[in-house]
C-alpha cells in the first residue's frame, strides 16, 4: 500500500511506466531497472527527473549509447500529451494495483512471453522498490 499522508490534497499521483527497448540487441538490469519500470509521481516532468535519478536517460542514440537502428533505450514520459495525464493501460496507470495487472500472467499469451509475468519494477514516491515477476526477465524466458 502506499503512504499517501504526506502528498498536498488535491493532488493525484499516477505510475508512469519506462518499457525498456533492447536496442543492440540486449536489455540492461541493475538494482533500480529491468525491463519495465514504473515511477510513481504527479506528473510527467517528475517522473522523468526521478527516472533519470534511477539510471534512466533518454538521448541513448543521439549521445552515441544506444544503438541508432534499434533507437533509444528510453523514452521519457509524457512524450506525446505534455504535462497533461490521462491513464491508460500500457504506459500511465492509475494505481499501483493497474500497473501490476498489466504485467501479471496471461494463460493466452500466444508468444508466451506473459505466461509467467513481465519483469516489473516499481519506484514509489516514498523510495519503496517493489519487484514483480523478478524472475522473467528476457533472458530467462527462453529457458524455462
Ligand atoms: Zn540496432
Known amino acids: ?22 536496442s543492440g540487441g540486449s536489455f540492461h538490469y541493475d538494482e533500480n531497472l529491468g525491463e519495465n519500470v514504473v515511477v510513481e509521481a504527479h506528473s510527467p ?37 505534455g504535462d497533461k495525464v490521462e491513464p491508460n493501460d500500457w504506459s500511465v496507470f492509475a494505481t499501483a494495483e493497474a500497473a501490476i495487472a498489466a504485467h501479471a500472467p496471461d494463460p493466452d499469451d500466444k508468444l508466451k512471453l ?8 516499481i519506484h514509489y ?4 522498490k517493489e519487484w514483480h515477476f523478478e524472475d522473467t526477465t528476457f533472458k530467462n524466458r527462453w529457458s524455462r
Open 114 to 121: 506473459r505466461l509467467k509475468g513481465d519483469q516489473l519494477v
Open 125 to 128: 514516491l516514498d523510495g519503496r
Open 45 to 81: 516532468g517528475e517522473a522523468n527527473e526521478i527516472a533519470e535519478g534511477l539510471g534512466i536517460y533518454f538521448d541513448g542514440c543521439s549521445s552515441g549509447d544506444d544503438c541508432g537502428c534499434c533507437g533509444d533505450r528510453w523514452s521519457p514520459a509524457g512524450r506525446w500529451g
Open 1 to 22: 500500500m502506499t503512504d499517501q499522508t504526506n502528498l498536498p490534497l488535491g493532488e493525484p499521483v499516477y505510475f508512469f511506466k519506462y518499457d525498456q527497448n533492447n
